[in-house]
């Protein structure tokens, strides 16, 4: 059982990882919220490059064969509640919506249930014990026309990937220790290569971030301390993942290779090199209950996004010539701001906000909800998306 629960966990979070999604017209997941509960993480996977290869990969293992969307809700939940109560507050729903129970468990006082529905494929509940820290209750719906008949032994085994990234998807957690993992240097130059990619993850630690042209990222933090994080290798990946509340005094980060931040709470500001030849390869940001700051962007090359739940986003760029900048926000609200020389194509909506154009740009076919604008001879392609927010499109001169 709890592997099953993981493997669809590591597929949202392994996409996740992957890049800040594009936008998508979302399936709603229409599940109640647990008793007495906050949400604090929203995981959503629309259909896309991502989801084919997920669907590939997984789809005949979980006897799913359209897969159309994996979402994820996770509560903070009462300490005392009971998990037999928070399951049975479920059963009402489970039979109005003619769900099937495969799984349903309150082992060592935790509780999880998986159910299946031919139509709607799969419901996965799972609620930490009463007492425990930060307790939370996570609910995962899998979008897809399902048969029950082909769906594999919950008892086969993860592979280590998979076992490490579930093990690491609370923010509270530090990633658990893995072969060639080691603690972050403080002050010293961390080698990208021969790892492709670099994430740096974070939770409640303010960050201020300085893309440079180096192959190389360095940590400074406050003096005295020494429990910096662990560094590990995994696939074409180098992953530092920093301890909780760490109070980082500098980060500087390589811009020629991809970069990936993952604030959870605390702050990110991002600034880059004045060098014309440091230019990013690739950024993307994806944050839950950050605020975050880019300063200074040249979007001139390569392809950077930003996704961020429950935190402000403001965007400033130096330049806009070429490449392409996704954002896209959910709760708060985007500003961006651009140079008046800029050539660019920016498409604009909001859902339940508002849009302001403050740059005297007339937009084709304006509407409330949706405007776009063309800036020179539209060189790069911008894309923001603001929901339950709203959006400011501004000059920086």
């Excluded at 959503?44 to 293992?61: C, K, R, S, V």
């Excluded at 998979?162 to 990633?175: D, L, M």
């Excluded at 290569?193 to 990222?217: E, F, M, W, Y």
Aim: charged residues 20%; hydrophobic residues 40%; aromatic residues 4%.
């Amino acid at each position: 059982m709890k592997v099953s629960i993981g493997v669809i966990l590591a597929c949202i979070v392994v996409a996740l990882l992957a890049c800040a999604c594009g936008a998508a017209e979302l399936l709603q997941m229409d599940v109640p919220v647990p008793l007495e509960s906050k949400l604090v993480t929203e995981i959503n996977l629309p259909e896309g490059a991502i989801l084919d290869t997920l669907a590939h990969e997984y789809g005949q293992w979980l006897g799913i064969a359209d897969l159309k969307q994996i979402s994820a809700n996770m509560y903070s939940i009462d300490t005392k509640t009971s998990s037999a109560d928070i399951l049975g507050f479920y059963d009402k729903y489970i039979a109005a919506q003619s769900w099937k129970t495969v799984v349903r468990s309150l082992e060592d006082k935790s509780g999880a249930a998986i159910l299946y529905n031919e139509k709607n494929g799969m419901l996965i509940i799972q609620i930490d014990p009463p007492g425990k820290a930060n307790r939370q209750a996570t609910i995962v719906r899998i979008f897809g026309a399902l048969d029950p008949a082909k769906m594999s032994n919950p008892a086969v085994r993860l592979p280590g990937l998979f076992q490490r990234v579930v093990a690491g998807a609370t923010p509270e957690a530090p990633t658990p220790a893995a072969s060639g993992s080691l603690r972050i240097p403080a002050d010293q130059p961390i080698s990208v290569p021969p790892s492709q990619s670099l994430d740096i993850k974070s939770t409640r630690s303010d960050i201020n971030a300085r893309l440079v042209g180096r192959n190389t990222a360095k940590l400074s933090v406050v003096d005295g301390i020494n429990d910096t994080g662990e560094l590990t290798r995994v696939d074409d990946r180098l992953v530092l993942t920093l301890t909780p509340k760490l109070a980082v005094a500098d980060l500087s980060l390589p811009c020629a290779v991809p970069v990936l931040l993952e604030p959870t709470e605390g702050s990110l500001l991002v600034t880059f090199s004045s060098n014309p030849t440091s230019l990013p390869a690739k950024l993307s940001v994806v944050s839950t209950g950050a605020p975050v700051t880019i300063d200074g962007l040249p979007l001139v090359s390569g392809t950077h996004a930003v996704k961020a739940l429950n935190g402000e986003v403001n965007v400033t760029l130096s330049s806009a010539k070429g490449g392409a900048l996704s954002v896209e926000t959910t709760g708060k609200d985007l500003t961006l701001s651009l140079p008046r020389s800029s050539s660019a194509l920016v498409d604009a909506s909001v859902t339940s906000g508002h849009i302001e154009n403050l740059t005297g740009v007339q937009s084709d076919h304006p509407s409330e909800e949706h405007i776009h604008l063309e800036f020179g001879t539209g060189g790069a392609n911008i894309m923001l998306k603001v929901i339950n927010g709203n959006l400011r499109i501004r000059f920086s001169d």
